[in-house]
């Protein structure tokens, strides 16, 4: 079956640190990959996305490439801020199949 | 516009009680969905609507019933829920139900609490 697998939080950065979330995924075909980002209190938003091998994904300093041959779609940041404090969701989604496939989330508490 | 809006913000329900949650989206899109969020837990789906119709159900107790009035309203309608059922749930909206290709734009959320 299709799923998405997260590095386990939490994970603690000070400032201006470079950040890797690692997300690896399992599933038939080519799904299309996306990073979602949960501030506290709050709803998801998309934080970026790739729909096919090679492609990179980017936004606010973010970055992601989908790996087909490690089947990977690490989230990376290359200076975090303590705004970016949140739990980051690694997620598929297959073709005609309506729902995401999310990972666990991965808590980022960013330090002054 | 990539909004998409819930009310209430927050619900707090007694065993007996119906009540309702409201989404909202007027971007045009044919995919609505409801999820339930726990603490700590990443979303689970619970019912898509495509193109008005209800296209999957998670096997979700019947105490919870979605109905799309029309393509830019989800409603989902609570009755007799358990204290097990607090939880955030989530509205979501995406383009194309039949392409996976397209993102799907969150709400902020209901959050539940059943007394």
């Known amino acids: 079956g299709n799923s998405v697998t997260q590095m386990e939080g939490p994970v603690t950065l000070s400032e201006e640190a470079f950040l890797t979330i690692n997300c690896t995924y399992t599933a038939t075909g080519y799904p299309s990959l996306f990073w979602y980002v949960q501030y506290p209190g709050e709803g998801l938003q998309l934080l970026l996305k790739?729909?096919?091998?090679?492609d990179k994904g980017s936004n606010k300093g973010f970055e992601a490439t989908y790996r087909k041959e490690t089947t990977s779609f690490h989230l990376e940041k290359g200076s975090v801020q303590v705004s970016d404090s949140a739990v980051y969701f690694c997620?598929?989604?297959?073709?005609?199949?309506?729902?995401?496939?999310f990972g666990k989330g991965t808590k980022l508490s960013v330090k002054p | 516009d990539t909004e998409v809006t819930q009310t209430p913000k927050h619900l707090v329900m007694g065993m007996t009680n119906k009540k309702s949650l409201k989404c909202e989206q007027h971007m045009g899109h044919r995919a609505m969905y409801w999820y339930k969020q726990k603490a700590k837990k990443p979303p689970e789906l619970m019912f898509v609507y495509s193109y008005e119709k209800l296209s999957i159900n998670e096997s979700v107790p019947s105490r919870f019933s979605p109905e799309c009035p029309n393509s830019s309203l989800l409603n989902l309608h609570l009755h007799a829920l358990q204290p097990e059922d607090s939880a955030l749930y989530l509205c979501?909206?995406?383009?194309?139900?039949?392409?996976?290709?397209?993102?799907?734009?969150f709400g902020p959320g209901t959050r539940l609490t059943v007394t």
């Open positions: 979501a909206s995406s383009q194309d139900p039949q392409q996976g290709s397209y993102e799907q734009y």
């Open positions: 997620a598929l989604r297959r073709g005609s199949q309506g729902n995401l496939i």
């Open positions: 790739a729909t096919k091998a090679d």
